[in-house]
């Protein structure tokens, strides 16, 4: 039998993974048998999640970082759900958030037996703070908002929103999953440093350039995520916040890794020249007449017609749509103005210039 090859990243335009750093891919070939799971025998790993816990803290304008690396956004999302529902113990808790906000949230209101109540988002794709506003009531747990929303590129206004949560007396929780590595050098409002937010979601395996899997969580307040904790009798470790118990050493090693060589220049770089991409890409896209969204982060959306998409994806570029239908490009690590080129190269063999 043939040995099976990874597949390459040269026509992956839609994923929110990218290729790791070599630094990160080393530490997580030396760590693939550690478990930070029980953190009291493998201390050595536990020691390295400490340190990327301190540069998620120093990316996200957190002082004092209580959290731990999860295996990905979804995991984290269920979690600070679950912390909240925790915490808070409401008789029949609820989440509110905009229709914008990662699927995710349906995976935890169903595991987690809480009522997630989407509202629309603006003109801009972000959330609607009146809708919001409306949406809330005493029952309300989590109010969560998105920083880099997956579909549009787009960013909610957290200090509103969190004015809106802690009025009716909930925890706010941030999707930076894919955002949180290139937002802080942007002008948005997004981090614990712009407001009194209580959880963040955040990836290294995404913008970071760790391998995967290799998400984040943290808490403001140690407090919440103690609200997690159950009893471990049988392991060194007495207790255990995480989701998984066995969880992954490679991930953890390698997003240490990725932050230590890449933070903050390494980063900065790397969004300075895909948002350049990404803003070629659209004024590309609308030159040629298709109607497109104007990339706020590193991700454009366009309309494009059906049979133009699957030709597209019959001539091997891995594209998506977003859930109102444009194609969604997402301008990763490893995405080149030569493979923008040559994507648009084919979308014009498909179709004529259009005037």
């Known amino acids: ?35 930070p799971g029980d953190p009291a025998t493998y201390q050595t790993v536990a020691a390295l999640e400490e340190d990327a816990l301190a540069y998620l803290a120093e990316i996200t304008g957190l002082e004092t970082p209580h959290g731990y690396i999860t295996s990905g956004g979804t995991e984290a999302n269920i979690q600070a759900v679950r912390a909240a529902r925790n915490y808070l113990a409401r008789d029949d ?28 988002v603006d003109d801009d794709y972000r959330a609607d703070t009146d809708a919001v506003r409306a949406a809330v009531d ?36 941030v999707d930076a999953a894919w955002g949180g590595f290139v937002l802080p050098f942007t002008d948005h409002e997004w981090s614990f440093s712009h407001a009194p937010i209580d959880s963040m979601t955040i990836d290294p395996h995404k913008y970071g350039q760790a391998v995967v899997p290799a998400g984040g969580l943290l808490f403001r307040e140690r407090d919440v995520l103690d ?15 995480s989701l998984t118990g066995t969880r992954s050493g490679a991930g953890v090693a390698s997003a240490a890794a990725a932050m230590r060589e890449l933070w903050p220049t390494g980063y900065r770089d790397v969004y300075e020249t895909q948002q350049a991409n990404a803003e070629w890409l659209y004024e590309q896209l609308v030159a040629r007449g298709y109607e497109t969204v104007e990339p706020e982060l590193p991700l454009v959306a366009a309309e494009l017609p059906e049979s133009e998409f699957e030709s597209l994806r019959d001539l091997g570029w891995r594209i998506s749509r977003t859930g109102s239908g444009e194609l969604r490009i997402v301008c990763m690590p490893h995405v080149t103005r030569d493979s923008l080129r040559a994507f648009l190269s084919d979308l014009d063999s498909l179709s004529p210039v259009r005037n």
């Open 138 to 173: 005493s029952n309300t747990i989590v109010v969560a908002g998105v920083a880099g929303t997956t579909e549009f590129g787009r960013v909610d206004p957290i200090p509103e929103l969190t004015d809106i949560a802690h009025d009716a007396g909930a925890l706010m929780h």
């Open 1 to 35: 039998m043939q040995r099976a090859a990874p597949q390459t990243f040269d026509r992956v335009l839609s994923s929110m993974c990218t290729r790791p750093h070599p630094a990160a891919r080393n530490a997580a070939e030396r760590f693939l048998a550690t478990n």
């Open 93 to 120: 808790p609820n989440v509110v958030a905009p229709e914008s906000i990662h699927f995710s949230f349906q995976k935890a209101a169903d595991v987690l037996g809480v009522e997630l109540r989407t509202v629309p």
């Open 227 to 241: 609200a997690l904790a159950i009893d471990t009798p049988y392991l060194e470790s007495a207790s255990q916040a």
